[in-house]
C-alpha cells in the first residue's frame, strides 16, 4: 500500500533556525533512492546538500527555490510503497513556503471552501476550523541540536484578504481546472459551489490570477509587459525575471490612457536578498562591533627574510603537493605568540560573568567566497606541524571557496587570520568574530625603501594590524603579541627560539 511521506527540512548543525533552498535536484514524478541527493540548502553558515531519507516517487516540492524555510518545516514529499507506479497519491496539508520579495519567507496554508466541509486527513472540517497543524502555535519553536526546545511564539506574516486564489488539498499532480460552476467534488451535496484555483500558488497571484513575485511585476510594468500574455517558466507556473525579459520585445501596447513611457535597456538598480552566509556575516559584523570594543594597532615590519624562507619551503620534500604561502608563517607566528600570551585567545562569557581562555587552538582563515565572508578553522591548530598546518589551511580555504563548507567547518574559532593583502590592501582594522577576542590582519608585501645596518635599501615590507577586545586585552598584551608575530616574521629564527 503506498503512503505518502513528508521530509521536513533538519536541523544540520549549531542549531540553526532556519536555510535557504539553493536548487532541487528533483522534480515530481522522478523515482528517487534512499540517500540519494535531492537538494540544495543554503544555512547561515554553508552550503549543504540533503540525502533523502525515503525511496518512492517525488510527489510534489513542498517549498520552491529561493524561499527560506523554518527547521521542521516540510519541504518535499514523497509516496513510498505501492510498488512505485508513480502514480501521487493525495497530499496532506502542509505549509506551503512562499518565496516572497526580499528573501522573507510567508507560509501559507491550503484552506478549504468557504462555506462548506471539506474532508481530509483531518477529518471533516466546518468553514471555522482549521487543520491542528496549520494553526499558529502559540509556544513553538524549531527543536535545536543541543539546545532543547527554546519557548516562545512563532510570528508569521500576516496575509493580506484576497491577496491570494485559495488552493486545493487535492493531489499535489497537475491537473485541468474544473469549470468554475462545478462544485468541489469532495464537498458534501449541501455546500455551495466554489470556483477551483489553480493546483499550487506559493508566489503571491495578482489580478486574473497571475504568478509572479513584487520585483517581477514591477519589472514587468517598467518594460510595459502584460503579464497576462506572459508563460511562466518556474515552479507550478511562476512568471521570472527571465520569462520578463523575454517576452518584453513583443509586448502589446499599454491600455489606452495609459501613458507609455521608455525605459533603459538596462536597469539602474538592482535588489539581492540579504539571506544565507551573507545574513550570518552581516548579524555577526553587527553584534561584535556594538558589543566589543575593538583596538585597532598596527605594525609596519621588514618581511624580507619570510619571503626567502617561504621560498625555501617549498623546496622541501615535506610540502610536496602543498600550497606554501607567507601566510603559513604568519599562522605559525601567531600560533606561537598566543603560547607566549594565552590571554588573547580567550573570550567574554556575559553570563556568567568570567573570562573563559582557550588552551587550545581552533584558527580561523578568513575567506572571501561569492556568498559572503566564511571563516573556516583548522582544529586544534597549536598541534600541527608546519607541512600539516599548511595542507589543513589549503584545504579548507579551497572547500570554502567551492561553497562545500560544512557547518563544523566554520564553528568553534578561538582567534582568527584576514588575509587582506591579496585585495591589494596594505591593511585594515578588523571587526572581532564573536566569540573571540582577537584578530590578525596581514596586508600585501611590496617593494619599499628601508633601513638596514644604517644604509637605505629596497626590501619586502608589508603592515600587520591587530584588533583585539579592550576587555579582556589591555595595549600592553595587545602591543607584545603584535611584536611578537612582528619580530617572528622580520626573522624566522625566533620561531625556533621560542617555540
Known amino acids: 500500500m503506498s503512503e505518502l511521506k513528508n521530509f521536513k527540512l533538519p536541523d544540520v ?7 535557504d533552498i539553493v536548487r532541487w535536484h528533483v522534480q515530481p514524478g522522478d523515482e528517487i533512492k534512499i540517500n540519494q541527493i535531492i537538494v540544495e540548502i543554503e544555512t547561515a553558515k554553508a552550503v549543504v546538500e540533503l540525502p533523502s531519507p525515503y525511496a518512492g516517487i517525488v510527489a510534489d516540492l513542498l517549498v520552491p527555490e529561493g524561499a527560506t524555510a523554518d527547521v521542521g518545516t516540510p519541504i518535499i514529499s514523497v509516496q513510498v510503497g505501492g510498488g512505485g507506479n508513480g502514480t501521487p497519491v493525495a497530499t496532506p496539508k502542509v505549509e506551503r513556503v512562499a518565496a516572497p520579495p526580499h528573501g522573507e519567507p510567508d507560509l501559507i496554508v491550503d484552506q478549504p471552501p468557504q462555506g462548506g466541509a471539506e ?9 471555522n476550523e482549521a487543520p491542528q497543524e496549520a494553526a499558529p502555535k502559540e509556544e513553538r519553536q524549531a527543536v535545536l541540536v543541543g539546545y532543547g526546545v527554546k519557548l516562545g511564539s512563532t510570528k508569521r506574516r500576516a496575509r493580506k484578504p484576497g491577496a491570494r486564489p485559495t488552493a486545493p488539498a487535492q493531489s499535489s499532480a497537475p491537473a485541468a481546472p474544473a469549470a468554475p460552476t462545478a462544485p468541489t467534488a469532495s464537498a458534501p451535496s449541501s455546500a455551495p459551489a466554489a470556483p477551483s484555483a489553480p493546483a499550487a500558488a506559493p508566489v503571491s497571484a495578482g489580478a486574473g490570477g497571475v504568478l509572479a513575485k513584487p520585483p517581477v511585476r514591477k519589472l514587468a510594468k517598467d518594460l510595459g509587459v502584460d503579464l497576462a500574455t506572459v508563460t511562466g517558466s518556474g515552479t507550478n507556473g511562476v512568471i521570472t525575471r527571465d520569462d520578463v525579459q523575454a517576452a518584453a520585445s513583443g509586448a502589446p501596447l499599454a491600455p489606452a490612457g495609459q501613458l507609455a513611457r521608455s525605459v533603459p535597456a538596462q536597469l539602474r538598480e538592482e535588489r539581492i536578498p540579504i539571506r544565507g552566509v551573507r545574513k550570518h556575516m552581516a548579524a555577526a559584523m553587527v553584534a561584535s562591533a556594538f558589543t566589543a570594543p575593538h583596538v585597532t594597532e598596527f605594525l609596519q615590519i621588514d618581511i624580507t627574510e619570510t619571503m626567502t624562507a617561504t621560498a625555501r619551503l617549498k623546496q622541501l620534500a615535506d610540502f610536496d603537493g602543498i600550497r606554501v604561502s607567507p ?5 605559525k607566528a601567531l600560533l606561537i605568540s ?8 580567550s573570550h567574554w562569557d556575559e553570563a556568567a560573568q568570567e573570562i573563559v581562555v582557550r588552551h587550545y587552538v581552533n584558527l580561523g582563515i578568513a575567506a572571501a567566497t561569492d556568498r559572503g565572508l566564511v571563516v573556516p578553522t583548522v582544529k586544534d591548530a597549536h598541534t600541527l606541524s608546519m607541512p600539516q598546518l599548511a595542507r589543513a589551511m589549503g584545504e ?5 571557496r567551492a561553497g562545500k563548507s560544512t557547518p563544523a567547518d566554520l564553528s568553534g574559532g578561538t582567534i582568527t587570520i584576514t588575509n587582506v593583502g591579496v585585495f591589494g590592501v596594505d591593511t585594515g582594522t578588523p571587526i572581532i568574530t564573536p566569540g573571540e577576542a582577537a584578530i590578525l590582519a596581514f596586508g600585501q608585501v611590496k617593494d619599499a625603501p628601508w633601513v638596514v645596518d644604517g644604509q637605505l635599501a629596497v626590501r619586502k615590507v608589508c603592515t600587520l594590524s591587530l584588533s583585539f577586545d579592550h576587555r579582556i586585552i589591555d595595549g600592553a598584551v595587545g602591543s607584545a603579541v603584535l611584536r611578537d608575530v612582528g619580530a617572528m616574521l622580520a626573522d624566522p629564527l625566533h620561531m625556533l627560539a621560542w617555540s
Open 13 to 19: 548543525g549549531e542549531g540553526l533556525t532556519e536555510a
Open 119 to 127: 474532508p481530509g486527513v483531518y477529518g471533516t472540517l466546518t468553514p
Open 327 to 331: 601566510l603559513l608563517l604568519v599562522a
Open 338 to 345: 598566543i603560547a607566549r600570551n594565552p590571554i588573547v585567545n
Open 396 to 400: 579548507l580555504t579551497e572547500t570554502a
